[in-house]
């Protein structure tokens, strides 16, 4: 769904605040196609989506993303790298020693606010564009969910933030205010309301992956319920995705378990049965050394990959391309994945394989021989042209069933709804296990937890379930986490300057 548009040059932005990137500006003005002669015909308003598509899975050129940011700050991962100082707007995550002048925040802040104005531009002006009323109507509502997704990210890492909903003028920028995110919440919920009715039930999966469903919006929904404990209206919105029965036949969008977990994960099956929300990458943008960021392809590959990987065993090793050891999990996570079922799906154990003299690598920073395999970067995936570590084609999953099974489950236990053998939540918990031979389990918090960070391992969700659940600051202590603080980011400093926007208390401000 990703495509780089060089009429988002045209766009002019200015400030940081509004997220334009040096490299959308240096453009040659003979072949810039200005905003004044643009959102003429469908064809335009497509390719305007696209750019709001495009943001959502925004990579920096800096190497960040929302997932490496995330996982490092979590009790699963270390932030890795080749040394304490490699990669250091990760190790400052890692060991929360980030600032409002660190990179993360910079980064997080500017990917939402960009995507949230360009899906404010694009509502703006499709209004313009004579076409067909049932595709614009689908558009709006498109763009409409993706502005939902950018100030979800928003409210929950920064808290103290601005609610644009429209383009800013010039003269304008320096006095938008922020709000309550209560506020912010409500027009969450508003956006994806009115959006529902105009998406697809389903898309074709060929053509289409990628776009969002009324499934989608539903899930998302759910998500932004359960984060501010609406938990019986969460519960409602995850019924409606995962269907009348669980685990056993397909919802009304289609979704249902795939048969393997390990299937997941294989290039084949992206935008499966599964998929609800889901990232898109590909092998064929050309990403390069010195346009890091602005392809296609995704950089977790090279990053989680182990460091100065050599193969003594062909016969007997993977073919995992050298990458820079970033994200390795925690002994204790492998301890606790170790027997699941799960583990050789979601593990690279490449202690066991240097051990059994198969292989050998570099035991660089925070080194405990287990990192990524759900998306490693391997010679057999790697792209065909351009710098070949660099556009990997695995996508990554926002949203999947599993996940929805396991928020429902929880969102009826916390609303006080039946959990006992039967019931819808222990359908949903034990769907999730059954799939991998697990036999049930009783719906207790505990066992959520501990299905959600096993099942969901290196996808991004367990920081936020920590922040959520009010477990991170037990759970963080080891890496520095102070309580009352990292639950949430500094707002970047730049931000601060020459604007009206207030530091949060959480980081010195008083907001």
């Known amino acids: 769904m990703k495509n780089r548009l060089t009429y988002i040059a045209a766009l002019f932005i200015g400030t940081q605040f509004m997220g334009a990137c040096k490299k959308d ?11 004044s002669n643009y959102y003429k015909t469908p064809e335009q308003a497509f390719s305007s989506l696209i750019s709001v598509y495009d943001q959502f899975g925004n990579q920096s050129g800096g190497y960040l993303t929302k997932l490496n940011i995330f996982s490092s700050g979590s009790d699963d991962h270390y932030a890795g790298g080749d040394s304490p100082s490699d990669l250091g707007d990760l190790q400052a995550m890692n060991n929360y020693t980030v600032s409002s002048l660190s990179g993360a925040p910079s980064y997080l802040w500017s990917k939402g606010f960009t995507g949230a104005y360009r899906a404010n531009v694009f509502l703006q002006k499709v209004a ?31 808290k103290n933030i601005p609610l644009i909903l429209k383009p800013v003028e010039a003269n304008d920028w320096y006095n938008v205010l922020q709000v309550p995110p209560a506020d912010v919440y409500k027009q969450i919920e508003q956006d ?26 539903h899930a998302l929904l759910g998500k932004v319920y359960l984060w501010q404990e609406k938990f019986a209206e969460a519960a409602t919105e995850f019924a409606d995705v995962n269907g009348p029965s669980p685990g056993t036949t397909p919802s009304k969008y289609g979704y249902t378990l795939m048969s393997k977990f390990e299937d997941l994960y294989k290039l084949a099956n992206k935008f499966n049965t599964e998929s609800i929300l889901e990232i898109s990458y590909n092998s064929t943008s050309n990403m390069g050394w010195g346009n890091v960021g602005s392809g296609e392809g995704n950089v977790a590959g090279i990053m989680s990959g182990p460091r100065n990987y050599n193969i003594l065993i062909p016969d007997k ?3 995992y391309v ?6 390795p999990f925690t002994k204790e996570f492998f301890d606790l994945i170790h027997f699941d079922p799960r583990n050789k799906a979601t593990v690279a154990n490449l202690d066991s394989l240097e051990k059994a003299g198969i292989v050998t690598y570099k035991h660089a920073n925070d080194n405990t021989g287990y990192f990524v395999e759900k998306y490693a970067g391997r010679v057999s995936t790697k792209a065909n042209s351009g710098q070949l570590e660099l556009n990997f084609p695995y996508n990554l999953y926002e949203i999947r069933l599993a996940d929805t099974y396991l928020m429902e489950a929880e969102a009826v ?6 959990v006992g053998a039967g019931s819808r939540a222990y359908a949903t918990l034990n769907a999730v296990r059954a799939r991998v031979g697990l036999k049930p389990v009783d719906v207790t918090m505990d066992n959520i937890m501990k299905e959600r960070r096993i099942e969901l391992a290196a996808e991004g969700q367990r920081w936020f379930d920590l ?37 949060s208390k959480e980081w010195g401000g008083t907001k």
């Open 322 to 327: 050298s990458g820079w050891s970033v994200m």
């Open 317 to 319: 090793a993977p073919d």
């Open 413 to 418: 236990l916390k609303s006080g709804g039946a």
């Open 25 to 35: 500006l240096d453009v040659n003005p003979r072949e810039r196609i200005l905003e």
């Open 467 to 503: 922040v959520r659940w009010g477990l991170a600051p037990a759970k963080l202590a080891f890496k520095g986490f102070t309580p009352g603080k990292n639950e949430t980011l500094p707002i970047p400093n730049a931000e601060l300057n020459n604007t009206k926007i207030i530091q």
């Open 192 to 217: 994806l309301k009115e959006a529902i009715p105009n998406l697809p039930v389903t898309v074709p999966r060929t053509t289409e992956g990628g776009r969002l469903t009324q499934g989608a919006a």
């Open 128 to 158: 313009e564009i004579q076409m067909d009323a049932s595709t614009k109507n689908r558009y709006i509502a498109e763009a409409k969910a993706l502005r939902a997704v950018f100030y979800f990210d928003l409210v929950r890492i920064f």
